[in-house]
């Protein structure tokens, strides 16, 4: 079964404007990543936020974390068409801190 | 190597055949892990390797799936008696260790096709 389920499934957002995509996780996790995959470049690691941080930031990323709440956002300021892609959460299970699992992704899609 | 490759890049097979899939990780990276992703899904994590060990095989979908690695290096995911529910994009990750705060770096994947 899924660890991470992301929401929406697609969004669509016109180029400039903010994208926030959701991640909710069923058990304790000890970290979480964010990754992206498209055609061109495949599937590429964006950020990791450790199960002690509620927020951190790599340029126009913003990534949230709420343990409490078994949930994590990416939020993308000032989108461009580059962004155009799939965005996975992936998070371990706090009893196997190495086996990776990832969700279904959130197809974004930027608007000229 | 400059980064995980896998071959080949595309295998068609008819249904019942056999088909190897291989993998060549970040040379030196010890972890390698195996994901299936079917047309428009997230990853489906099949296992992962600590070295030459599997500690963890459950993600595998059946007994018609196998893995190894050899060396510590390459690793090959083998499907016996292929089905056409097995048709996806396989993709191996490897990292520098095997814990999660560690980052996967990806290779392009095999897309199987089985008719």
């Known amino acids: 079964s899924q660890q991470g389920e992301e929401d929406p499934q697609a969004l669509s957002i016109q180029e400039g404007e903010n994208a926030t995509m959701n991640c909710s996780y069923k058990?304790?996790?000890?970290?979480l990543q964010w990754y992206r995959q498209n055609s061109g470049r495949g599937l590429v690691h964006l950020i990791l936020?450790?199960?002690?941080?509620r927020e951190k930031h790599s340029g126009r990323l913003r990534v949230t974390l709420d343990t409490s709440k078994k949930s994590s956002s990416l939020l993308i300021t000032a989108s461009r068409a580059a962004d155009t892609a799939s965005y996975f959460c992936?998070?371990?299970?706090?009893?196997?801190?190495?086996?990776?699992?990832f969700g279904s992704g959130t197809r974004l899609s930027i608007r000229p | 190597g400059a980064g995980v490759s896998q071959s080949p890049s595309n295998k068609v097979t008819e249904k019942g055949k056999d088909v190897e899939l291989r993998c060549d990780p970040i040379?030196?990276?010890?972890?390698l892990y195996w994901y299936r992703q079917s047309l428009g899904q997230g990853l489906e994590f099949l296992i992962y390797?600590?070295?030459?060990?599997?500690?963890?095989k459950s993600g595998l979908p059946s007994d018609r799936f196998s893995a190894e690695r050899t060396g510590g290096s390459v690793s090959t995911l083998t499907i016996q008696r292929t089905q056409q529910e097995d048709s996806a994009v396989y993709l191996c990750?490897?990292?520098?260790?095997?814990?999660?705060?560690?980052?996967?770096?990806f290779g392009p994947g095999t897309r199987l096709t089985v008719l």
């Open positions: 390797f600590q070295g030459n060990s599997a500690p963890d």
């Open positions: 936020i450790r199960s002690n941080e």
């Open positions: 058990t304790s996790i000890n970290n």
């Open positions: 990750a490897s990292s520098s260790g095997l814990f999660s705060y560690n980052e996967q770096f």
């Open positions: 992936a998070t371990d299970e706090n009893s196997s801190a190495s086996k990776i699992i």
């Open positions: 040379s030196g990276h010890t972890a």
